[in-house]
């Protein structure tokens, strides 16, 4: 079992700052690459990033890449994702997930943190 901890949301103005983080524990823990997803009100979950667990190589989506930039402190088991020039359209519940082989793909995630909320006021 991999348990996932998200922290970090809350209200920011547009065009601010936010970086969330994603504690990660559990057995085998240090083997899984970590992903970031987003959900809004009536929509889909939508993959941000993902980081690979040994290699550090990244992978992001369309709609964040440029603003979003997701890291790894494997010495603090920590996944953070820093968010820049956020806008109007990126309110979200943001979730980390765990998945053994890289990819934002919401059907290739093997566990779920509950998520952490983000505002942005205009």
């Known amino acids: 079992q991999v348990q996932l901890v998200e922290s970090g949301g809350g209200l920011v103005q547009t065009g601010g700052s936010l970086e969330l983080s994603c504690v990660v524990s559990?057995?085998?823990?240090?083997?899984?690459?970590i992903a970031w997803f987003r959900q809004a009100p009536g929509k889909e979950r939508e993959g941000l990033a993902c980081?690979?667990?040994?290699?550090?190589?990244?992978i992001y989506g369309d709609s964040v890449r440029g603003r979003f930039t997701i890291s790894r402190d494997n010495a603090k088991n920590t996944v953070y994702l820093q968010m820049d020039n956020l806008t109007p359209e990126d309110p979200a519940t943001y979730s980390c997930?765990?998945?053994?082989?890289?990819?934002?793909?919401?059907?290739?995630?093997?566990?779920w943190g509950k998520g952490t909320l983000v505002t942005v006021s205009s």
């Open positions: 997930a765990a998945t053994i082989i890289p990819t934002i793909l919401r059907t290739g995630m093997d566990y």
């Open positions: 559990g057995d085998g823990s240090n083997y899984y690459s």
């Open positions: 980081i690979d667990s040994s290699s550090g190589r990244t």
